[in-house]
């Protein structure tokens, strides 16, 4: 049966001229540059080639503030979006910069309101589970289908998308989590927020500054948005949920894939004259 994704080519077909013109190298990371859980040591390796290369790079990821702050803290990059941008993290001359759509009273206010959607889906959907990094979370609830437990079949999945969208919340399905909070704010419009105000890159007025990398739905947005986006091999998995693809599709899956984005990435641009 015939997918959105049927309309995204092999990376092997991107351009030296598209590769010239990136500066900013935007990614997913669960199942992006990691593979089952883990980040391949050869993923670790672009990204420091990537940052050495002089590429900006900003991971942008459904995982908690706090995993953020040890990711600006300690990985080669120029900042990290987190929560399914909710907030950025930067460190820049020895401070960390933390900024988030919402102030801390909201913030307060919708981890209250969140407790009942919790209990809601914990109570409709038999197997799902509170995800094991929600303690160090600010803006929003995810739930577990698959990282610590059992994977849930599809059906499932949905409904607990359905009891987030009751509750009036914006609900996203990850690889592993279904991240649901209180708003219209998504990853794609932390991104341009940060690169704008950070670095002055205005990606309204060129896209094609920066690759974006990602493999499941929540996704959508960037791969939507970015002329130049990549979906890693595993984002197949997720084809009858994808409506806007990816412009590209790697070989390998996870971390592998993003590897294989870098090394193209970086040979084009080593080779143009």
Same mark, same amino acid.
């Given at each position: 049966?015939?997918?959105?994704?049927?309309?995204?080519? @092999?990376? #092997?077909? %991107? !351009? +030296?001229?598209?590769?010239?013109?990136?500066?900013?190298? /935007?990614? *997913?990371?669960?199942?992006?540059?990691?593979?089952?859980?883990?980040?391949?040591?050869?993923?670790?390796?672009?990204?420091?080639?990537?940052?050495?290369?002089?590429?900006?790079?900003?991971?942008?990821?459904?995982?908690?503030?706090?995993?953020?702050?040890?990711?600006?803290?300690?990985?080669?990059?120029?900042?990290?979006?987190?929560?399914?941008?909710?907030?950025?993290?930067?460190?820049?001359?020895?401070?960390?910069?933390?900024?988030?759509?919402?102030?801390?009273?909201?913030?307060?206010?919708?981890?209250?309101?969140?407790?009942?959607?919790?209990?809601?889906?914990?109570?409709?959907? @038999?197997? #799902?589970? %509170? !995800? +094991?990094?929600?303690?160090?979370?600010?803006?929003?609830? /995810?739930? *577990?289908?698959?990282?610590?437990?059992?994977?849930?079949?599809?059906?499932?999945?949905?409904?607990?998308?359905?009891?987030?969208?009751?509750?009036?919340?914006?609900?996203?399905?990850?690889?592993?989590?279904?991240?649901?909070?209180?708003?219209?704010?998504?990853?794609?419009?932390?991104?341009?927020?940060?690169?704008?105000?950070?670095?002055?890159?205005?990606?309204?007025?060129?896209?094609?500054?920066?690759?974006?990398?990602?493999?499941?739905?929540?996704?959508?947005?960037?791969?939507?948005?970015?002329?130049?986006?990549?979906?890693?091999?595993?984002?197949?998995?997720?084809?009858?949920?994808?409506?806007?693809?990816?412009?590209?599709?790697?070989?390998?899956?996870?971390?592998?894939?993003?590897?294989?984005?870098?090394?193209?990435?970086?040979?084009?641009?080593?080779?143009?004259?």
């Amino acid at each position: 049966m015939k997918s959105a994704l049927d309309a995204a080519k @092999p990376l #092997s077909e %991107i !351009s +030296a001229e598209i590769c010239r013109g990136i500066r900013a190298v /935007a990614s *997913d990371i669960d199942d992006t540059i990691s593979t089952e859980g883990k980040i391949p040591a050869i993923a670790y390796d672009a990204l420091w080639r990537a940052k050495d290369a002089g590429l900006i790079v900003l991971p942008v990821t459904g995982r908690p503030a706090g995993w953020c702050d040890l990711i600006a803290r300690m990985w080669p990059v120029d900042g990290v979006v987190g929560e399914n941008g909710g907030l950025y993290y930067r460190l820049a001359g020895g401070k960390m910069k933390r900024q988030y759509v919402v102030p801390p009273e909201t913030r307060a206010a919708n981890r209250k309101k969140l407790e009942t959607v919790a209990a809601d889906v914990l109570r409709e959907v @038999p197997g #799902s589970a %509170i !995800s +094991a990094d929600q303690f160090s979370r600010e803006l929003d609830l /995810a739930i *577990d289908f698959c990282e610590d437990v059992p994977r849930l079949p599809d059906a499932d999945v949905e409904r607990i998308v359905k009891v987030f969208e009751r509750h009036g919340c914006t609900a996203k399905v990850s690889s592993i989590h279904v991240n649901g909070w209180f708003g219209s704010y998504d990853k794609l419009g932390m991104v341009k927020t940060f690169l704008k105000h950070e670095l002055a890159i205005d990606v309204e007025k060129d896209r094609g500054a920066v690759v974006f990398s990602g493999d499941s739905p929540n996704d959508e947005p960037m791969f939507g948005y970015f002329p130049v986006s990549v979906g890693v091999a595993n984002v197949t998995d997720f084809a009858s949920r994808i409506q806007k693809p990816p412009a590209f599709l790697t070989r390998a899956r996870g971390g592998e894939g993003f590897a294989e984005m870098i090394d193209t990435i970086l040979s084009h641009r080593a080779s143009s004259p």
